[in-house]
């Protein structure tokens, strides 16, 4: 009786390891042709926090300063990527020279 239960347990996670691949790959198939969209929409997403988060340094009103100032150090990494993107040749923080 407990080789059965045993053997019953075994075929349900091998079942389910199966459906979790025919899963993945289905996924795979069907995001495959927006990837590129994705990828954009993620970027503007992206532009568009940085700039929420830098605003208060460039001289614009940001009425979340208070809440995006402790996100500066972590996106500091990734500022000279995103000036360069939105067309400034250089930093334009005065006091902050990344290039």
């Given at each position: 009786?407990?080789?059965?239960?045993?053997?019953?347990?075994?075929?349900r996670?091998?079942?389910?390891?199966?459906?979790?691949?025919?899963?993945?790959?289905?996924?795979?198939?069907?995001?495959?042709?927006?990837?590129?969209?994705?990828?954009?929409?993620?970027?503007?997403?992206?532009?568009?926090?940085?700039?929420?988060?830098?605003?208060?340094?460039?001289?614009?009103?940001?009425?979340?300063?208070?809440?995006?100032?402790?996100?500066q150090?972590?996106?500091?990494?990734?500022?000279?990527?995103?000036?360069?993107?939105?067309?400034?040749?250089?930093?334009?923080?005065?006091h902050?020279?990344?290039?």
């Amino acid at each position: 009786m407990s080789d059965d239960l045993h053997s019953g347990s075994s075929h349900r996670e091998t079942l389910r390891a199966w459906l979790d691949q025919a899963r993945f790959f289905t996924e795979e198939v069907y995001s495959a042709r927006y990837r590129g969209a994705i990828a954009r929409a993620r970027r503007d997403e992206d532009d568009l926090f940085m700039l929420l988060v830098f605003a208060e340094m460039m001289g614009l009103q940001n009425p979340a300063a208070y809440y995006t100032l402790e996100l500066q150090p972590l996106l500091l990494e990734r500022f000279h990527d995103w000036h360069r993107r939105m067309g400034m040749e250089h930093s334009p923080l005065d006091h902050f020279r990344c290039c």
